[in-house]
């Protein structure tokens, strides 16, 4: 009988049975690589930075309340807590920060029990009404609560950022050494301006700064600040604490109110109006977080109460 397994079919049959042993997704039909990244959902997005910068390309982010939202009152869609759900880890501000952060951890677990929950905040001391506490968990009083805000200190997004770090280590040790890398260079870059805004502080002091929401009071604490906020444990003033704070403003020579982007400008509006100032918007939940840090620093040195 003929051979009919020419020199030809031989190489085109040896070649198949070549690919056919290549180990499981190292090829792919769709041209994708079999490059993994970890997937990160994180509460707002300044914390989108420090872990981009610190996870680079092997990092897949979802914010779960978008610019321009409030993070103590924000409901996310269900597609995206669906697509969260999805994530390898959910980096929190914080258990007992924001009610709406515990309630979406437990959403995301229930719906993922593989879901990792790093607290980010591990290390950093809480501050309540100006007041810096050791443990907030069982050295507080009944109903008291610690301020949520921490990321408003470049101190604290240092120890956020090195947790974030050490998570992205034990999910992925392959890349321990860029991780630590990255880690290395962001922190510089945030002691750097730590540095630069204590720098100008110190020779500029504004006075009394006012603002419509208390998110500020880990960057006064940073830079021995006195910050005035118009809100108090979120209720709008009353009217007669609002002419107290418009006696303050004409007191004190305060010619701006500082309100943020994702709260009404009606009560700064009226003080400004008052005292003769003006309104400016400040947004703690940028997403372009050492920058806009550098901003609203300017914004305070430069039009607080001389």
Known sequence: ????????????????????????????????????????????????????????EHVEIFVMVPPGSDPHTYEPLPALVAKAAEADMYLTLGTGLLPVEDVLASRLEAMNPDLVIVDSSRGITYLRNHEETEDWSSGMETGESPDPHIWLSLRNAEIMSVNTRDALIIADPAH????????????????????????????????????????????????????????????EPTAKELEA????????????????????????????REIGGTVRVIDPLAGDYLANMERVSHAFMETGAG
């Open 1 to 56: 009988m003929q051979n009919r397994f020419t020199p030809s079919l031989v190489a085109a049959v040896a070649l198949l049975f070549a690919l056919l042993l290549i180990a499981p997704g190292c090829i792919s039909l769709d041209g994708d690589d079999t490059k993994k990244e970890i997937r990160v959902a994180v509460t707002i997005p300044p914390q989108e930075e420090m872990v981009r910068e610190i996870g680079g």
């Open 176 to 235: 321990e050494k860029e991780y630590r890398e990255n880690c290395d260079r962001y922190t510089t870059r945030l002691k750097e301006l730590d540095q630069r805004i204590s720098d100008a502080f110190s020779g500029n002091t504004p006075g009394i700064i006012l603002v419509t929401h208390p998110a500020w009071a880990y960057f006064a604490r940073d830079y021995d600040l006195e910050m005035v906020a118009i809100e108090h444990e979120g209720k």
């Open 245 to 272: 704070l418009i006696v303050l403003g004409r007191t004190h020579g305060i010619r701006v109110v500082f309100a943020e982007a994702q709260e009404s400008t009606r009560e700064a509006e009226t003080i400004a």
